[in-house]
T-cell receptor
């Protein structure tokens, strides 16, 4: 099975940087994903890592260390619209398992 | 708008009843996934279909079943409903040939069991 841990909540100021950590234990790792979900809405894809290292995509970056079972999502130049839940998900075979999500609140 | 459609948007029913949720994937997507999201369980993978065939099964109860039709739309059937089945049910689809790396989620069906 999967065991995925991420912090429950984080708060940051507009314009700042926030790093959301995710640790996982899994068999048959086949990729780590980050999704953003605003309250009452569907998740939207942010990033995908399957090899170690950093993937950068605009204001969002995601890092993976497979040997440590660790990933983080870095949100830069925070905007009010970034207030949402951020879900870490691990794929094993064809199954995607999600963490409970980190609620990020951006304050003015 | 992800291009994935789900109907109905809301569904209110009673315990013991049976309901069918419908999903149409994005044009060209062959894979359809079903997820359940409740407050206490988070987002849980239920089942995946690829081009009409079941590909992967997650935490799907025996009371639940799904299928994908030749036109690639999918239905999730929930029977003998219990209060605990109240949740948001999402359908997602992904682009073939790209390792299913990005899933596009529909707006969800909110099921309330009274």
């Amino acid at each position: 099975g999967q065991n995925i841990d991420q912090p429950t909540e984080m708060t940051a100021t507009e314009g700042a940087i926030v790093q959301i950590n995710c640790t996982y234990q899994t068999s048959g790792f086949n990729g780590l994903f980050w999704y953003q979900q605003h309250a009452g809405e569907a998740p939207t894809f942010l990033s995908y890592n399957v090899l170690d290292g950093l993937e950068e995509k605009g204001r969002f970056s995601s890092f993976l260390s497979r040997s440590k079972g660790y990933s983080y999502l870095l949100l830069k130049e925070l905007q009010m619209k970034d207030s949402a839940s951020y879900l870490c998900a691990v794929r094993s075979d064809y199954k995607l398992s999600f963490g409970a999500g980190t609620t990020v609140t951006v304050r003015a | 708008d992800s291009g994935v459609t789900q109907t109905p948007k809301h569904l209110i029913t009673a315990t013991g009843q049976r309901v069918t949720l419908r999903c149409s994937p994005r044009s060209g997507d062959l894979s359809v996934y079903w997820y359940q999201q409740s407050l206490d369980q988070g987002l849980q993978f239920l089942i995946q279909y690829y081009n009409g065939e079941e590909r992967a099964k997650g935490n799907i109860l025996e009371r639940f079943s799904a299928q994908q039709f030749p036109d690639l739309h999918s239905e999730l059937n929930l029977s003998s409903l219990e209060l605990g089945d109240s949740a948001l049910y999402f359908c997602a689809s992904s682009v073939p040939g790209q390792g299913d790396n990005e899933q596009f989620f529909g707006p969800g069906t909110r099921l309330t069991v009274l």
